[in-house]
């Protein structure tokens, strides 16, 4: 359900096999975040995380999203250590019933991955290195749920 | 208890983990007695309201007691996704 | 940005082609539909559509998001023809700075896909065929946006 | 004109697409004159709120001109997705 790894992952691989022996789900959601250089000066985006943490962070974001929509799996993989643009940095993935459910569960994932889990980024620019600051929207997102 | 920093908190303590030996009763506490010991904890606590912290690896706050918990984590607002 | 056909797509691949060139687009939505069997008893889900139109209601669709979102991308395939359970009937996808850009323009598409796209859906049962009724509930969707 | 059924529109009337010679104003009076001709058509169009119509492949209305299109399709509301 739940994988936090350097390596990048397949994409289409890793949906195909979470969509594998869910054939009673009609719907199928994916998110995928991917590093992005917005101004043009990332050389790299470091992904700092509390290994002791993480996996359990992610696996409680899962099950509170398993508990409050009609779900037949969640799935979620975050990476961490040196991404460049380009890079995905994270998936995840809900298959339901209904289309509404898949969507609002990934919708919730990601709010919740973004304010919750125990990662932290660093940007590593032409001109020296920042590490991200929280957003307050995405503080806000939370608020939904 | 084993107190570990990450992120910016870790670049300005200048380690991502130490031993410390405390018997301060909530996490308010042992940043007291952290922020007491040098400059640099000072600076990396100077600002409560922008640290998060993590109780035996579940999200906390500064007014938990510390009972026996045997990890305790600071660092910034998360940032994932 | 449309395709409308009879063959199975690979959703990996198609994934993968989508996020090329779009390295400023830190988020990627996608939907896949698959054929569910409910009751435990359909043999086949026929869809039949609408050639002269069908390609060009989707990109009014997909224009139309493109319109009202600020996205990199977006890209719909919809097959017909018989399909069995478990197979896939049609994606959606969509790229974009921020998630929520990309998860509204993702729903939008999908919300206008099932009552405004000329498409219809035949259940083959064991013990006869009915074609799918509309679902108010689709149809409120629309009122959203 | 080309008048294209889908659907059970299809099945009731029994083809797909047809030849249609008619000087109708708007789709309501190409359905009358329609559903003139012969049963299976009556039964196809008895209840027009369970149909609906594109003229020259766009969504339209029964209440719509019919003007110089070239195309009339009728069928059930769509279930894509």
Same mark, same amino acid.
């Given at each position: 359900?739940?994988?936090?790894?350097?390596?990048?992952?397949?994409?289409? @691989? #890793?949906?195909?096999?979470?969509? +594998?022996?869910? @054939?009673?789900?009609? @719907?199928? /959601?994916?998110?995928?975040?991917? /590093?992005?250089?917005?101004?043009?000066?990332? #050389?790299?985006?470091?992904? #700092? &995380?509390?290994?002791?943490?993480?996996?359990?962070?992610?696996?409680?974001? $899962?099950?509170? $999203?398993?508990? !409050?929509?009609?779900?037949?799996? /969640?799935?979620?993989? &975050?990476?961490?250590?040196?991404?460049?643009?380009?890079?995905?940095?994270?998936?995840?993935? +809900?298959? $339901?019933? &209904?289309?509404?459910?898949?969507?609002?569960?990934?919708?919730?994932?990601?709010?919740?991955?973004?304010?919750?889990?125990?990662?932290?980024?660093? #940007? &590593?620019?032409?001109?020296?290195?920042?590490? /991200?600051? @929280?957003?307050?929207?995405?503080?806000?997102?939370? !608020? !939904?749920? | 208890?084993?107190?570990?920093?990450?992120?910016?908190?870790?670049?300005?303590?200048?380690?991502?983990?130490?031993?410390?030996?405390?018997?301060?009763?909530?996490?308010?506490?042992?940043?007291?007695?952290?922020?007491?010991?040098?400059?640099?904890?000072?600076?990396?606590?100077?600002?409560?309201?922008?640290?998060?912290?993590?109780?035996?690896?579940?999200?906390?706050?500064?007014?938990?007691?510390?009972?026996?918990?045997?990890?305790?984590?600071?660092?910034?607002?998360?940032?994932?996704?």
């Amino acid at each position: 359900m739940v994988q936090v790894q350097e390596a990048a992952f397949d994409l289409g @691989a #890793e949906l195909d096999s979470f969509g +594998t022996g869910l @054939a009673d789900m009609g @719907a199928i /959601v994916s998110f995928t975040g991917v /590093v992005r250089d917005v101004d043009g000066g990332l #050389e790299a985006m470091e992904i #700092e &995380h509390y290994p002791g943490m993480t996996a359990k962070a992610l696996e409680a974001i $899962a099950a509170d $999203a398993m508990g !409050r929509w009609s779900l037949g799996g /969640v799935k979620i993989i &975050h990476r961490f250590g040196r991404l460049v643009p380009g890079d995905q940095i994270m998936m995840v993935a +809900t298959a $339901a019933r &209904h289309r509404k459910d898949a969507f609002e569960a990934a919708e919730f994932l990601m709010d919740y991955l973004k304010s919750r889990a125990p990662f932290w980024k660093k #940007e &590593h620019l032409k001109d020296g290195a920042q590490w /991200v600051a @929280a957003r307050g929207e995405d503080e806000d997102a939370l !608020r !939904r749920w | 208890m084993d107190v570990l920093y990450f992120a910016w908190v870790r670049e300005r303590i200048g380690l991502p983990k130490e031993r410390v030996e405390t018997s301060a009763e909530t996490v308010r506490d042992l940043v007291a007695e952290l922020v007491a010991r040098e400059e640099r904890y000072e600076a990396a606590f100077a600002d409560l309201s922008a640290l998060r912290v993590a109780v035996d690896q579940e999200l906390s706050d500064f007014d938990a007691p510390l009972g026996d918990a045997r990890e305790v984590a600071f660092f910034p607002p998360m940032t994932g996704g």
